[in-house]
């Protein structure tokens, strides 16, 4: 893979980590949203099947 094409992956993974953080922290301060942990689940879910897509190509 290119140099650009690692950086933007990394950029992507970075940006999907904090997505993943501030779900967390957004169900943690409002429990009434649903279970921190499924959130988090979720969005770690998402930040791996982004990565495999762009990885992919």
């Given amino acids: 893979m290119p140099t650009l094409a690692l950086l933007v992956l990394l ?12 779900l967390g922290c957004a169900v943690y301060r409002h429990p009434a949203l649903s279970q921190p942990l499924m959130v988090a689940l979720a969005g770690a879910a998402l930040l791996v099947a982004v990565v495999a897509i762009a990885a992919a190509r």
């Fill in 11 to 22: 950029l992507l993974v970075l940006v999907c980590l904090l997505s993943v953080g501030a």
